[in-house]
């Protein structure tokens, strides 16, 4: 049996899927049953919990050969990054209850800067506040989603793909949803390990490639545009996040393009994605079309 963390969200699902098609026994926390009932019907136990009640997490983890933890997501964190801190504080406490065999976490690329990192410094702060953890514990420190183009589905009919990547031709690392689901849970139901690890998930790739695939599966000669930087809040407000609260997302986009999220950091592991973005936006095309 393994925990699996946020299990209605895209890498968590993914995680649950290729652990499902191992023939595992899965589990999963969540505050919202009715949002995660087709897990049941795949057999998958569901548990109530909340990230912010360490009481709850811990009992998750109770006879469990493995946990996936991950932080949720905030576009919009405080100042001092409140929010994160406690999840992180949770999770310590209960693991340290409740020991798990092997503890996978959710990084990203860029977590080894403790700042200059915009969202991504909540991920630095959890591999912080693991660090004196004795389980067997690994970092998958993943690349950019490719999902996070799929707008371009939407927008790129006039052959354009807005991008906050600049230059448009400069790779950074970037990966598919569902190629983290199976690293983690290969991790997971692999071969044992001890102390900790981290690992490089994803492959170089500009937003010109992206936009190129994207045109190739819209069957149109599609572009990346940079959107200027003076234009960024704006974007961000049309993509939710409220009018003056984009700071982090503007500057962990900042830290991309000055190679915050470039592979090869000391002492780290890597392996690449297998899923590229063609075969992301082709599956969204399908399934829209379904």
């Known amino acids: 049996m393994f925990l699996v963390m946020g299990i ?28 995660a009932a087709s897990w049941t019907d795949q057999g ?3 548990v109530d919990g909340d990230w912010n009640d360490a009481a709850s997490i811990e009992q ?17 964190p405080s100042p001092d990054f409140r929010e994160a801190k406690g999840v992180i504080a949770n999770y310590v406490q209960a693991l340290t209850k409740a020991p798990v065999p092997r503890v996978v976490a959710l990084s990203s690329m860029g977590a080894n800067r403790p700042s200059g990192m915009g969202l991504i410094t909540a991920l630095s702060l959890m591999e912080r506040g693991f660090r004196d953890l004795t ?3 690994a970092y998958v420190r993943a690349g950019g989603f490719f999902e996070n183009f799929l707008y371009g589905l939407h927008v790129a009919q006039g052959g354009t793909l807005p991008v906050f990547y600049n230059p448009t031709n400069r790779k950074s ?3 598919a949803t569902d190629d ?12 044992a390990w001890s102390g900790h690890r981290i690992i490089e998930l994803g492959s170089m790739v500009s937003a010109d490639e992206v936009a190129a695939q994207l045109g190739e599966v ?9 959107v200027p930087r003076a234009g960024w809040p704006d974007v961000f407000e049309q993509f939710g996040i409220p009018k003056g609260q984009s700071d982090p997302a503007e500057t962990m ?3 991309v393009n000055a190679g915050g999220m470039d592979l090869g950091v000391q002492g780290t592991e890597h392996v690449a994605g297998a899923t590229s973005a063609r075969d992301v936006f082709a599956a969204a095309q399908n399934t829209a079309a379904a």
């Not at 050969?65 to 949720?72: E, K, Q, R, S």
């Not at 689901?181 to 071969?191: D, F, M, Q, V």
């Not at 819209?218 to 940079?226: F, G, I, P, Q, Y």
């Open 135 to 137: 389980l067997p514990t």
């Open 44 to 46: 998958v136990e569901l």
């Open 60 to 76: 998750a983890l109770r006879d469990v050969d493995g946990a996936f933890v991950m932080l949720p997501p905030i576009w919009t």
């Open 180 to 191: 983290i689901g199976a690293e983690i849970a290969a991790l997971l139901s692999g071969p």
């Open 173 to 175: 690392t970037m990966v």
């Open 253 to 255: 986009y900042e830290a």
């Open 218 to 226: 819209m069957k149109l000669d599609v572009k990346a545009v940079a």
């Open 8 to 35: 209605t969200g895209k890498v968590g699902g993914a995680t649950a899927t290729h652990l499902l098609a191992q023939g595992k026994k899965v589990r999963a926390m969540v505050r919202d049953r009715a949002k």
